[in-house]
């Protein structure tokens, strides 16, 4: 089964997912793809708080609206947190030297990865958050043999 849902009752348990989510990353043990899906406040960056935080950043995680990127290299394993939302034109990402992200085993965590298509890396798994009555619906989908081994370890 490619697929996983899941509802989050209120913003920790989506922080929570997130740090769920560094298990099965970190059982995989090796880097991967994360697209993150949904509307402005559906709890992209709150997913993405949960999981850089229980790598052990203290600090605060911003949605980096402006920068694009935001990296995490001191983390293991190290985490590139994007946030496409302002981006002008996919090839900007070509320029920002993408693909060299994804070749050092690091997590690529990618809010709005609509807008950097064609260019952007497919996902190993795509996450996608709506609005439900109370708090969240998140819904899983592998696309990748990494993204079902990720999906395969959360349901452990
Ligand atoms: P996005 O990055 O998708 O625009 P944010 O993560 O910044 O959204 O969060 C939007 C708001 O939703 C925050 O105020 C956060 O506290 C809240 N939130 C996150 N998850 C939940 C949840 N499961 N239930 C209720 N509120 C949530
Ligand atoms: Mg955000």
Same mark, same amino acid.
């Given at each position: 089964? %490619?697929?996983?849902? &899941?509802?989050?009752p209120?913003?920790?348990?989506?922080?929570?997912?997130?740090?769920?989510? &560094?298990? /099965?990353? @970190? %059982?995989?043990?090796?880097?991967c793809?994360?697209?993150?899906?949904?509307?402005?406040?559906?709890?992209?960056?709150?997913f %993405?708080? +949960?999981?850089? @935080?229980?790598?052990?950043? *203290?600090? *605060?995680?911003?949605?980096?609206?402006?920068?694009? !990127?935001?990296?995490y290299?001191?983390?293991?394993?190290? !985490?590139?947190?994007?946030d496409l939302?302002? #981006?002008?034109?996919?090839e900007?990402?070509?320029f920002?030297?993408?693909?060299?992200?994804?070749?050092? +085993?690091? !997590?690529?965590?990618i809010?709005?990865?609509?807008?950097g !298509? +064609? &260019? #952007?890396?497919?996902?190993?798994? $795509?996450? %996608?958050?709506?609005? /439900?009555?109370?708090?969240?619906?998140?819904?899983?989908? $592998? *696309?990748? $043999?990494?993204?079902?081994?990720?999906?395969?370890?959360?349901?452990?």
């Open positions: 089964n %490619s697929e996983l849902e &899941v509802h989050l209120d913003e920790s348990s989506t922080e929570q997912l997130g740090a769920l989510v &560094v298990q /099965a990353v @970190r %059982s995989i043990g090796d880097g793809v994360l697209h993150l899906i949904g509307d402005l406040g559906a709890g992209k960056t709150t %993405s708080r +949960g999981f850089i @935080r229980s790598l052990g950043h *203290a600090g *605060a995680v911003k949605s980096p609206t402006y920068t694009l !990127v935001e990296p290299e001191e983390l293991q394993p190290p !985490v590139y947190h994007f939302y302002r #981006l002008g034109d996919p900007e990402l070509e920002m030297g993408i693909r060299d992200y994804l070749e050092t +085993g690091a !997590v690529c965590l809010e709005w990865p609509e807008r !298509v +064609g &260019v #952007l890396p497919q996902a190993d798994c $795509a996450i %996608s958050l709506t609005m /439900a009555e109370p708090g969240r619906q998140a819904r899983l989908d $592998a *696309a990748t $043999a990494t993204g079902q081994q990720l999906l395969d370890t959360l349901r452990k």
